[in-house]
């Protein structure tokens, strides 16, 4: 299937915060209520379209135990994008945020864009953290920040595509150096920056519209 860009993820966050559940939604729509423990990183991809142009999703999700943390770094190396996921009914999945960030920006290039989310908003009877308390911390951080569902999907399309469109965004104003595949971005088959419109469609399942095309 061909693309404009292919675009590396990484998805980080303590275990059981509902990582693993998030890709299957964004990728399969569908909701797995058993996971196993993510052992070392697990793998999806989907395609969606930004600006008239194919762009591959590249995901890998990572166990969040400690035991593993050493592999995990090694991925942040060369992702362009990462999702650092907490859940609204664990205070203490909030609180180890500062360590994951911090792990993160000492591992990553420094152009990487880091979504916030709050996952399990569909159990707000039983949320600790208040929404707020997501923003606060996003706004403190530079992060773009949502909450999702994974059960329900709610903001998940939306916490993959705009984050896509941020990385996009900043090609765009050349922040980053797309010739380098270490950012985490590689140029599609399909790129072709002075005709957008050239660009086909590709089609078939796992398609979104994320933003309005020409």
């Known amino acids: 299937m061909s693309y404009a860009y292919l675009f590396?993820?990484?998805i980080i966050g303590d275990t059981g915060v509902g990582k693993s559940?998030?890709?299957?939604?964004?990728?399969?729509?569908?909701?797995q209520p058993v996971h196993d423990l993510t052992i070392g990183v697990e793998f999806g991809a989907r395609m969606i379209t930004i600006d008239c142009k194919q762009i591959k999703l590249q995901i890998w999700d990572t166990a969040?135990?400690?035991?593993?943390?050493?592999?995990?770094?090694?991925?942040?190396?060369?992702?362009?994008?990462?999702?650092l996921v907490y859940d609204i009914t664990r205070r203490e999945t909030f609180n180890h945020l500062t360590t994951w960030l911090e792990d993160a920006r000492q591992h990553s290039n420094s152009n990487m864009v880091i979504m916030l989310i709050g996952?399990?908003?569909?159990?707000?009877?039983?949320?600790?953290?208040?929404r707020e308390e997501g923003e606060a911390f996003a706004r403190?951080?530079?992060?773009?920040f949502m909450e999702t569902s994974a059960k329900t999907a709610a903001n998940v399309e939306e916490a993959f595509i705009n984050t896509a469109k941020e990385i996009y965004e900043k090609i765009q104003e050349g922040v980053f150096d797309i010739n380098n595949e270490a950012n985490g971005i590689k140029i599609g088959p399909q790129h072709s920056p002075t005709s957008p419109s050239g660009l086909a469609g590709t089609g078939g399942q796992g398609n979104a519209q994320g933003g309005g095309c020409c």
């Open 8 to 10: 590396k993820y990484i």
């Open 21 to 31: 559940c998030l890709l299957l939604q964004f990728t399969d729509k569908r909701f």
């Open 64 to 83: 969040g135990q400690e035991a593993f943390r050493s592999i995990t770094r090694s991925y942040y190396r060369g992702a362009a994008g990462a999702l």
């Open 140 to 144: 403190e951080h530079g992060l773009v």
């Open 119 to 130: 996952n399990k908003s569909d159990l707000d009877s039983r949320r600790e953290v208040k």
